[in-house]
């Protein structure tokens, strides 16, 4: 079992900053993905930012150039550096963690329980 807590989510001007983090706890061991995805009032969950355990990194083109993901891997904490915000960018952000089961043949998702961010314009 791998738990999941995320913190910094807030309320913030469009152009501003915020810096979510998420702590990963349990059974980390086997993780080999890290990842923020945001969901929107009647919007898909969608992916925003992708880190791999060799440090790979990709981003929803909607925000490429905006926001940073990263990993401290002492503190088992990743983090979404997100700059110039929009209002666009409005949802509630899960933190996601991958792990490998069945030998790497099935693949199982860790949910936070998501922090809200809300961009005014």
């Known amino acids: 079992q791998v738990q999941l807590v995320e913190s910094g989510g807030g309320l913030v001007q469009a152009g501003g900053s915020l810096r979510l983090s998420c702590a990963a706890s349990g059974s980390i061991f086997s993780i080999n993905a890290m990842g923020w995805y945001r969901q929107a009032p009647g919007k898909q969950r969608e992916l925003v930012a992708r880190?791999?355990?060799?440090?790979?990194?990709n981003y929803a083109d909607s925000v490429k150039g905006r926001f940073t993901i990263s990993r401290n891997n002492a503190k088992n904490t990743v983090y979404l550096q997100m700059n110039s915000l929009k209002p666009e960018d409005t949802a509630v952000y899960y933190c996601?963690?991958?792990?490998?089961?069945?030998?790497?043949?099935?693949?199982?998702?860790?949910w936070g329980q998501g922090t809200q961010v809300t961009v005014s314009s």
């Open positions: 880190i791999t355990v060799d440090g790979n990194t």
């Open positions: 996601n963690a991958q792990k490998p089961l069945n030998y790497g043949l099935e693949l199982r998702n860790y």
